[in-house]
């Protein structure tokens, strides 16, 4: 009987196991997949949608602000200049930049020049507020922080200005521990607090006492003031210096979107006790704060 020859390679029951495992696996992985797939659309509707994040400040940096007031404005505000050497009288109009530890957080400068009767400070105070609460925006902080200031200044809050919250309150307490510290007096007074300090009757003639600036009758006392930026107020104090000397001390503070500004004219007499007047400087005050509104919105 004649043998059939032999071919080398699978069996045909070989084959046909094979193939049959593979599909099997090929089923069993594709069941794995869609069930791995569902329990990651179950997990995504589970999670709601994504919280939105509060839009960003208008500003990302801040002007130089030594160079930001005109001379022909410095000429007008620091009239003791004027009678200076020329090397004194151009150091004087160039101010000195406040030290700030990131200048598109905050910046700041400072005039002055003395004159027989007379000695004139100018300082401005610029602050970019940056929300790290992604539900608040720079705004919104820049608002707490600036009703924060009005609070502290004791100036009375209009409807327009938001009534403070308990975040202003801590910023402000922050501020203040950082060493930002609202304006004193030498007889250690904050101005527009409407306080003497300790041990202090206030009345006028003593050294250090706080006088009143201004009739509430005048329209000069301390208020909430409109049509400039977004929300300001003006701040008036008067203080004496010693026995022959008053300061008053006008401070116009407004906010534009993330940005607050903060301008203070002071003015103190030398040589008599007769108070500088208070709608003059509150008038050339005001006029520098809209001169930066506009420096602003270039």
Same mark, same amino acid.
């Given at each position: ?33 869609? #069930? ?71 910046? #700041? ?109 005048? #329209? ?8 400039? #930026? ?69």
């Amino acid at each position: 009987m004649q043998r059939k020859a032999y071919v080398p390679g699978r069996s045909r029951p070989a084959v046909l196991t094979a193939a049959a495992l593979a599909l099997g696996l090929g089923i069993g992985l594709s069941g794995c997949s869609s #069930g791995a797939k569902a329990d990651i659309d179950t997990v995504d509707s589970k999670a709601g949608p994504a919280s939105p994040t509060a839009p960003p400040g208008r500003y990302r940096t801040l002007f130089e602000p030594c160079g930001a007031v005109p001379q022909a404005t410095l000429k007008d505000l620091l009239p003791g200049a004027a009678a200076l050497p020329d090397a004194e009288r151009d150091r004087a109009y160039r101010g000195t930049a406040a030290v700030t530890f990131d200048t598109d957080r905050r910046v #700041g400068c400072s005039w002055k020049a003395d004159s027989p009767d007379a000695a004139h400070r100018l300082t401005l105070d610029i602050e970019r507020v940056v929300s790290y609460d992604p539900a608040v925006s720079d705004d919104d902080r820049a608002q707490e922080v600036y009703v924060g200031k009005q609070t502290a200044a004791g100036v009375p809050i209009t409807p327009k200005s938001a009534t403070p919250t308990p975040t202003a309150t801590a910023s402000a307490t922050g501020t203040a521990a950082a060493g930002h510290l609202p304006p004193q007096t030498p007889g250690g007074h904050v101005a527009g607090s409407g306080n003497p300090p300790a041990g202090q009757s206030g009345s006028a003639g003593a050294p250090g006492a706080t006088a009143p600036s201004s009739s509430p009758t005048t #329209g000069l006392e301390p208020r909430s003031l409109e049509g400039l #930026g977004e929300v300001a107020y003006l701040d008036d104090a008067l203080t004496t210096t010693g026995p022959a000397g008053v300061k008053r001390l006008v401070s116009v503070v407004f906010r534009t979107s993330n940005v607050i500004v903060t301008v203070q004219y002071e003015e103190q007499s030398t040589a008599s006790m007769e108070a500088p007047d208070s709608g003059e400087l509150q008038e050339k005050a005001r006029n520098l704060a809209r001169l930066l509104v506009e420096r602003l919105e270039e």
